[in-house]
């Protein structure tokens, strides 16, 4: 599975961002799909994910601000982020996983960075 994000960019604080991931190669075997995000000296951290079946979760510093979604026939994922603060400037991933073989795959990370 290889994933392509895009979307990232600089936003003043109260402003949105929407990123996108699209995947190709093995995608009949993702699981789950979703976006991680790290900070500049923290651990990655998980901002949102949802299932085949559409269902969601979310980090509770994003809930309420950002919607992830997804379109299988499209085979791509977005992430609407909405009233973001500075606290959520971090490189944002694109992750699918696979749960029957318990394997993620990383597409590389988009810099999104929120000024105050």
């Known amino acids: 599975v290889q994933l392509q994000a895009s979307g990232g960019g600089l936003v003043q604080a109260g402003g949105s961002l929407r990123l996108s991931c699209s995947a190709s190669?093995?995608?009949?075997?993702?699981?789950?799909m979703g976006w991680y995000r790290q900070a500049v000296g923290k651990q990655r951290e998980l901002v949102a994910t949802?299932?085949?079946?559409?269902?969601?979760k979310y980090a509770d510093s994003v809930k309420g601000r950002f919607t992830i979604s997804r379109d299988n026939a499209k085979n791509t994922m977005s992430l609407q982020m909405n009233s973001l603060e500075p606290e959520d400037t971090s490189v944002y991933y694109c992750?699918?996983?696979?749960?029957?073989?318990?394997?993620?795959?990383w597409g590389r990370g988009t810099l999104v960075t929120v000024s105050s």
């Open positions: 949802i299932t085949t079946d559409g269902s969601t």
């Open positions: 190669g093995s995608i009949f075997s993702i699981s789950s």
């Open positions: 992750n699918a996983r696979n749960n029957r073989l318990r394997m993620d795959y």
